[in-house]
């Protein structure tokens, strides 16, 4: 949680550095949580991303992830990814620092991406598994929003993976089949 004088309307995109500094973690992943996520071998001490859950906005949910800058092999950080147990919920990514990638997909097998810079909007439909990447040199800090009844299902990403990976080719992030 972050300190109640700061009001989540009050985070400045500029100051979050600082913001994030004054809140606890709620969630750490480290290496050693992320077995079978990475398609190499993760050094299992590492610190891949922390969640900065804020107070609540009635049933809306908020929270802060910062994504660690780094990679597995040729495959950048991201996190663990999750559908919402809840098929009417949604949610929505506001970035804050630093470059991502959004992966998305359905139980169908439809797949979709956003780039997530600084001030983009990123909207997540109902039904579709989410998963961000950071594909750039800092940290990369987004704002999520989401409904309280939404719920984490991270089997179903445990159990069949995502349809596609981000690695680093040539110097670039690339889309490349999953396994
Ligand atoms: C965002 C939201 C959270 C999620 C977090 C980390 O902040 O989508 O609900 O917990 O990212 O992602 P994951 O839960 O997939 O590890
Ligand atoms: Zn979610």
Not at 83 to 92: A, K, L, R, T
Not at 154 to 175: A, M, Q, W
Request: aromatic share 8%; hydrophobic share 30%; net charge negative.
């Amino acid at each position: 949680m972050c300190p109640e004088q700061e009001p989540p309307e009050c985070i400045d995109p500029e100051r979050i550095t600082e913001f994030l500094s004054q809140c606890s973690s709620s969630i750490t992943r480290f290496g050693r949580d992320m077995v079978g996520i990475f398609a190499g071998e993760v050094e299992p001490d590492s610190i891949i991303y922390e969640v900065y859950e804020l107070e609540s906005i009635g049933n809306i949910r908020l929270a802060v992830t910062k994504l660690m800058p780094g990679k597995v092999g040729d495959e950048y950080y991201m996190t663990k990814g999750h559908y919402h147990e809840d098929p009417q919920s949604g949610e929505v990514y506001f970035g804050l620092k630093g470059r991502g990638l959004l992966i998305m997909q359905t139980k169908d097998g439809e797949t979709g991406e956003i780039e997530l810079d600084p001030g983009t909007i990123a909207c997540i439909r109902p039904g579709w598994a989410h998963r961000s990447v950071n594909t750039g040199n800092e940290e990369f800090v987004f704002l999520a929003a989401f409904p309280r009844e939404a719920g984490h299902d991270y089997s179903s990403i445990e159990e069949g993976g995502f349809l596609k990976r981000v690695v680093e080719v040539g110097g670039r992030p690339t889309l490349v089949p999953g396994q």
